[in-house]
C-alpha cells in the first residue's frame, strides 16, 4: 500500500487545514491558557467540528457517522497538533469510539459524540508513567459492579459525560487477563474527579472511585474480556497520538525554517547559514521517516491486519521526532523561543505532554523489543 494520502484524504485535510488553522489556532489556547479556562476546550467548537462531520470519522455509517478510517482520523489530528487545538478528539472521536465499536453502549453514546454533545475521557493510567498495569478492583455489586481505585492523568476527566475505565475482575494487577471495560456516566455517585494543569496548560484530572455503583450495562465487551475492547482502543489512542505529534512537530519545524529565513545577523538571513541548513534538513528527514512510520500503522489498523509493532513504532518514531523538532525550534529561536512573543515554546510543551500519552519512546521501545524475543 503506497505511503502518501489518497484525493479523498487530501481533500479532507485540506478541509481539516483551513477549519482548524481559522477556528482554533495558538492564539485559541493562548486565550485558554490566560483565561484559566475551567474546561480545557471550548464545547462550542466541540460542536463546530460535529457540523464538520468529523466526530463521526470512525463511526459507521449506519450509526451516523462517515465510515471513515484511521488514516483519516489521523488527517484531523495532524491539523489539530499544528495548530495545538485543545480539543477531546482524540480521547472521544477516536480512543473511545474504537472501544464502544460493536458493544450494546455504542447506541447509547454514538449519537451524543456526533452531534458534540458527548465528550469522553479515558480512565486507563493509575501510575506516573503509562504501564500495561490495571490494579483498580471491580467487584460484583447485585446486578451489576462496584469500582473501587484511582486513576490518574485522564484528560478531560473532570467535565467528560462518559469514562471509559479498565478495571480488574480476577486476577493480579500485572495479568493481561481478568480486565474488564466499564462506560460509567458523569453522575456516578462516589466519583471524584480533581482536575491539575499539565506542562502544555490542559487539563486533566486524579479519579477516585470510592465503590463506585454500575449496573452490567456498562460493562464493554465481556466480563473478565475487556483485552479486546482495550487493546483497540490502546492502538487507536496510540496512533491517534502518534499523528498528533506529527502535527505539533510539523508545526514547530514549519516555524523554525520561517524564522530562519526572516531572522538576520550580520546583515543576512541566518537560513543562510550552512550549519542551520544541514540542521534543517536532517530535521525534515527525520519528520519525514515519522510520518511515513504513522501512515503505516493507520493503514494496517484500518484493513485489519495485526499492527501492535507498527503502532509502537509510529509512537515511538514520532516521539523522537518531534522532541527534536521542538529542541531544535528552540534552539534556533534562541532564548527568545521560550518566551510568550513566539509560539514556539508551546509546541515544546505540547510534544512533552503527548510524548507521554499512551506510553514514550522507552515504553514502546521495550514493547517492540520484548516481542522480538530480548
Known amino acids: 500500500m503506497p505511503l502518501y494520502l489518497n484525493d479523498e484524504q487530501t481533500m479532507l485535510r485540506d478541509t481539516a487545514k483551513d477549519f482548524i488553522a481559522e477556528h482554533a489556532p495558538v492564539g485559541h489556547l493562548r486565550s485558554l491558557r490566560d483565561g484559566n479556562d475551567p474546561t480545557g476546550f471550548s464545547r462550542d467548537l466541540w460542536k463546530q467540528f460535529a457540523e464538520m462531520g468529523l466526530n463521526g470519522v470512525l463511526i459507521p455509517e449506519a450509526q451516523g457517522g462517515l465510515g471513515l478510517g484511521h488514516v483519516e482520523a489521523g488527517v484531523v489530528l495532524e491539523e489539530i497538533g499544528r495548530n495545538l487545538s485543545p480539543s477531546p478528539f482524540l480521547a472521544t472521536a477516536v480512543a473511545a469510539v474504537e472501544a464502544l465499536k460493536g458493544s450494546a453502549q455504542a447506541e447509547r453514546w454514538f449519537p451524543g459524540i456526533v452531534a458534540g454533545e458527548t465528550v469522553a475521557a479515558l480512565a486507563i493510567d493509575e501510575g506516573a508513567k503509562h504501564r500495561d498495569r490495571i490494579a483498580m478492583t471491580a467487584e460484583r455489586s447485585g446486578n451489576g459492579f462496584r469500582l473501587t481505585g484511582a486513576k490518574q492523568f485522564v484528560t478531560h476527566g473532570h467535565v ?85 505529534l506529527l502535527g505539533v512537530g510539523g508545526g514547530a519545524m514549519d516555524m523554525t525554517v520561517g524564522y530562519l529565513k526572516e531572522r538576520k545577523q550580520f546583515g543576512v538571513a541566518i537560513g543562510s547559514f550552512q550549519a542551520l541548513q544541514h540542521r534543517a534538513a536532517h530535521l525534515y528527514a527525520e519528520m519525514e521517516v515519522a510520518r511515513a512510520a504513522v501512515l503505516k500503522a493507520q493503514q494496517l489498523l484500518d484493513t485489519g491486519a495485526e499492527a501492535d509493532a507498527a503502532v509502537s513504532i509510529a509512537k515511538a518514531m514520532t516521539g523522537m521526532a518531534t522532541t527534536l523538532s521542538v529542541q531544535e525550534g528552540i534552539q534556533m529561536h534562541g532564548g527568545i523561543g521560550m518566551t510568550d512573543e513566539y509560539d514556539i515554546g508551546f509546541y515544546m510543551k505540547r510534544a512533552r505532554v503527548l510524548a507521554e500519552m499512551f506510553g514514550d519512546i522507552g515504553f514502546h521501545a521495550d514493547r517492540l523489543a520484548k516481542a522480538a524475543g530480548y
Not at 168 to 188: I, M, N, Y
Not at 231 to 241: E, H, K, M, S, V
Open 160 to 244: 467528560a459525560d462518559l469514562l471509559i475505565v479498565a478495571a480488574r475482575t480476577a486476577g493480579s494487577p500485572d495479568d493481561a487477563e481478568g480486565v474488564t471495560l466499564f462506560a460509567v456516566p458523569k453522575d456516578a455517585a462516589n466519583l471524584t474527579a480533581t482536575p491539575e494543569r499539565l506542562a502544555d496548560s490542559s487539563l486533566a484530572a486524579r479519579i477516585a472511585f470510592e465503590g463506585v455503583e454500575v449496573d452490567a450495562d456498562a460493562v464493554i465487551g465481556e466480563v473478565d474480556g475487556g483485552c479486546g475492547p482495550l487493546d483497540r482502543l490502546l492502538r487507536a489512542g496510540r496512533t491517534g497520538a502518534a499523528a498528533e
